[in-house]
């Protein structure tokens, strides 16, 4: 494991999924992702468990669905907090790809 190292990892190409912190052991209590979703195309419905996550669009638009109805209209720059064990799913309504960056606590 290393420890007290920082590191960096650049967002490139058009990969739909990107772990951003790679090798879970690197990190003790978080995970993140890049995600990129084409037009009508939805991550699927999902929860973190027990953990919270964050969701920050950084391009295109959507709907954030969570709980049983209710959903957010999302767009660039908008960030999205989201509670433990609430069934949650990110759906892109726009024209353009949607990309966002997730971060979670570790279940």
Do not use: W
Not at 22 to 45: A, C, F, T
Not at 83 to 91: A, E, I, Q, T
């Amino acid at each position: 494991m290393i420890k007290n190292k920082a590191y960096s990892v650049q967002l490139k190409g058009r990969q739909r999924f990107l772990r951003l912190f790679g090798d879970s052991k690197k990190v003790k209590g978080l995970r993140s992702g890049y995600v990129i979703l084409k037009p009508k195309e939805s991550v699927g419905e999902h929860t973190t468990g027990s953990s919270e996550e964050v969701v920050f669009i950084i391009h295109g638009s959507g709907l954030v669905y969570y709980g049983k109805k209710s959903c957010l209209k999302v767009k660039k720059n908008i960030f999205v907090y989201l509670p433990p064990k609430m069934p949650h799913n990110v759906v892109n309504t726009g024209k353009h790809l949607l990309k966002y960056i997730y971060i979670a606590g570790r279940v």
